[in-house]
């Protein structure tokens, strides 16, 4: 939870106190103002919602888990409502009804994603697919690839990328099995995800001594990334201070971009000096962008930081289970669900609660497979009662290669083991909130072979 001294101390980390507080003030007050006025005058007002503070609005009441905090509220103000964090009017969708309004009958006006200061840096200025706006270079990105990167072609092309870095995860478990040594469950398959998505980034081009190197640096890279993106940043709440940096967290990952970029140089300079001589075996994606790269450059106008921001952004979105989804923002006022929605502002989509509406779903906090059995559940944006991939023109570009992964590789790891608690502890199912939900405490388990062949685990 955000606190009074928290912010307090943000603000007197500047020489611009004085000035800081004058504009969050007066750019909050008025903006309240004029939009609490306009909504009066109009046939369909803001959306409900909690009271909040002057300037700072609901920022002090936020609680660390957002998405079961957000159901909370939707119990009180209904399956849409509003709230001020700073200066920014966020509204908050809890339905499937709703979310169809935004994402499939307005999906045009909502195709804009709400863009996080931080996260321009690490994406070469917001050029790559998923923070570009809506408009012909993004429509280019995306046509690129769905046909030429992640089509269904491509995708079987590197499953043999995919099915090693597989191999090695199961030959470590098993010596951990034979050890009878603990692992943390959750930590190897991130690490094992990642790893599948770096073969087939560039799999094909970095040798194999340097690759245990290379993508060591590049997950401490993506996991410093995602924790600063995940710190609640004052230039969201109030994107008037966002040139002061009031805390810090640009210069920090504007550090940690540099170091990308030169990783990133180092693995396409190689790639290039295999294209000049020996070829690599296979093609990953880092050939495949390059190509296009070269034989369309008059009709796509790709260069090379839209190849790095390409990279980087199917690493980013492959790992997410993202709860609210990417925010959206509105190109032009409009009207939701009765309720005018401002341009500009931010939308979140509580795709976790709508995959718990108890009128949808029996026991819905139960996990339980066999409900899928005597029912087809289409995750393709069609059924928004289920969208984990989300929907609209903002779908999840990277659904087809996700599923593959996930699927492969969690049918590979439970026919491979069976998998035991410590004894006496049973398996604790409760979330933290973050750019990924995550078990709030690691699940400790160990791995037993149960496949009779000890060479099946070579």
């Known amino acids: 939870m955000v606190t009074i001294s928290s912010l307090f101390k943000i603000l007197s980390c500047t020489d611009h106190v004085d000035y800081a507080i004058i504009v969050i003030a007066l750019s909050s007050v008025l903006c309240y103002i004029w939009l609490y006025a306009k909504s009066k005058r109009q046939p369909h007002p803001l959306p409900p919602g909690p009271w909040g503070l002057p300037i700072i609005g609901n920022l002090l009441f936020l609680k660390p888990e957002l998405h079961t905090y957000f159901q909370g509220l939707a119990k009180e103000h209904g399956p849409i409502f509003k709230l001020w964090l700073g200066s920014k009017l966020a509204i908050v969708v809890s339905s499937s009804e709703v979310a169809r309004e935004i994402l499939r009958t307005n999906d045009v006006i909502f195709a804009n994603h709400d863009v996080p200061a931080v996260a321009l840096i690490n994406t070469y200025g917001g050029i790559d697919i998923a923070w570009s706006p809506y408009g012909p270079r993004w429509r280019m990105l995306r046509k690129l690839c769905v046909n030429k990167i992640l089509s269904n072609v491509r995708l079987d092309s590197s499953v043999g990328l995919r099915r090693g870095e597989t191999r090695r995860t199961v030959r470590y478990l098993a010596d951990q099995a034979r050890a009878g040594s603990q692992v943390n469950l959750g930590e190897q398959i991130f690490v094992m995800i ?84 020996t070829q690599g075996k296979g093609e990953d994606f880092l050939q495949v962008l390059l190509k296009i790269k070269d034989e369309e450059e008059g009709q796509t106008n790709l260069n090379m930081n839209d190849v790095k921001a390409l990279l980087m952004v199917q690493t980013l979105r492959l790992h997410m289970v993202a709860p609210l989804l990417i925010p959206h923002r509105p190109s032009q006022t409009t009207v939701v669900g009765g309720f005018t929605i401002p341009k500009d502002s931010k939308v979140f989509i509580n795709v976790w609660a709508i995959h718990r509406n108890p009128n949808v779903w029996e026991n819905p906090l139960e996990f339980d497979p066999n409900r899928f059995l005597d029912k087809s559940y289409d995750f393709n944006g069609n059924d928004f009662n289920y969208i984990p991939f989300g929907a609209g023109r903002r779908i999840c570009v990277g659904m087809a290669m996700g599923e593959r992964i996930v699927l492969y590789n969690i049918a590979t790891l439970l026919h491979s083991f069976d998998w035991k608690l410590p004894q006496g502890e049973r398996m604790e199912v409760e979330e933290k909130f973050g750019i990924a939900l995550k078990l709030k405490n690691p699940l400790l388990t160990t791995p037993v072979l149960r496949l009779s062949d000890p060479n099946l685990y070579l």
């Open 194 to 277: 990642l790893n599948v998505v770096t073969q087939m980034l560039w799999g094909a081009t970095v040798e194999e001594e340097e690759r245990g190197i290379v993508g060591a640096e590049f997950l401490e890279l993506v996991q410093e990334m995602n924790d600063l993106l995940m710190v609640p940043n004052i230039s969201d709440f109030f994107p008037a201070l966002t040139r002061f940096d009031l805390q810090g967290l640009a210069k920090r990952m504007r550090g940690l971009a540099q170091r990308l970029d030169r990783l990133f140089d180092r693995v396409i300079n190689q790639r290039l000096g295999m294209d000049k001589g």
